[in-house]
């Protein structure tokens, strides 16, 4: 059951990254091939951007709810807002959704140092 939770998750992940390359890589593609975000459009592409980062918090709280990973993984719940922040700011400004996929890298960067910090410090619980 954990194999199939993380499997799901990077599965997701993986999805996420791919949408957000193509957000970032629009203009080109639009004069090249047809991608889902031409299809969609940005704005629409952003939104589902955070339907599918919002599944997986969903997944992740399952897990836990079902007893595959323990429920002081809870803590980490806060650090999703960094990873929503860019999404929202972009749909507030077009022009930010340009710089979207490096400011979900470097939140994703902050958002792991802080889970690495946190581990360590619940470990001791």
């Known amino acids: 059951l ?3 939770f993380v499997a799901v998750i990077i599965y997701e992940v993986f999805i996420l990254i791919q949408l957000l390359q193509e957000i970032r890589d629009i203009n080109t593609d639009r004069k090249l091939i047809k991608t889902s975000v031409i299809l969609l459009g940005t704005r629409n592409s952003i939104k589902l951007s955070i339907v599918i980062l919002s599944i997986l918090v969903f997944i992740f709280l399952i897990a836990i709810y079902i007893s595959v990973f323990p429920v002081k993984n809870i803590a980490y719940l ?11 700011r972009s749909l507030k400004d077009e022009s930010y959704s340009k710089s979207l996929l490096y400011e979900v890298r ?7 140092i802080v889970f690495f910090i946190l581990f360590f410090l619940l470990l001791q619980f």
């Open 2 to 4: 954990l194999t199939f």
């Open 106 to 112: 470097r939140n994703l960067v902050y958002v792991t």
């Open 78 to 88: 806060p650090l999703t807002y960094f990873l929503f922040k860019p999404f929202f």
